[in-house]
């Protein structure tokens, strides 16, 4: 069993900062991506940013951003992908959704994707 634990989220004004976080625990062999997807107020869920397993090894992975968040967000992973930050700045009204951490974890039988619990991010005045 594999569990995911956010925190971070919350109100703040439009331009403001937050920092979302996520760490995995479990039976875990390995974290093969990790990342945030968001969904608004009847919208579908979309990724947000990941960071993904990618060539050489030794890169610490490759990062993804919607087009809608680059240069304000940064994704950031340690510990093997085990844990996940998302620094969120000059945050708009449209940032507004539950955020969820989401990761692809290869246990000893087989490959999953898991989720964390979600978290309201509300950017308003």
């Known amino acids: 069993q594999v569990q995911l634990l956010q925190s971070g989220g919350g109100l703040v004004q439009p331009g403001g900062s937050l920092t979302l976080s996520c760490a995995a625990s479990?039976?875990?062999?390995?974290?093969?991506?990790v990342g945030w997807y968001r969904q608004g107020p009847g919208k579908q869920r979309q990724l947000v940013a990941n960071?993904?397993?990618?060539?050489?090894?030794?890169?610490?992975?490759?990062?993804y951003y919607a087009d809608s968040v680059k240069a304000r967000f940064t994704i950031s992973s340690r510990n093997a992908k085990n844990t996940v930050s998302l620094q969120m700045n000059n945050l708009k009204p449209e940032d507004t959704a539950v955020y969820y951490c989401?990761?692809?974890?290869?246990?000893?039988?087989?490959?999953?994707?898991?989720w964390g619990q979600g978290t309201q991010v509300t950017v308003s005045s």
């Open positions: 989401h990761a692809l974890v290869a246990t000893m039988t087989g490959e999953y994707d898991f």
């Open positions: 479990g039976n875990i062999f390995s974290v093969n991506a």
């Open positions: 960071v993904t397993n990618c060539a050489p090894i030794t890169s610490g992975g490759c990062t």
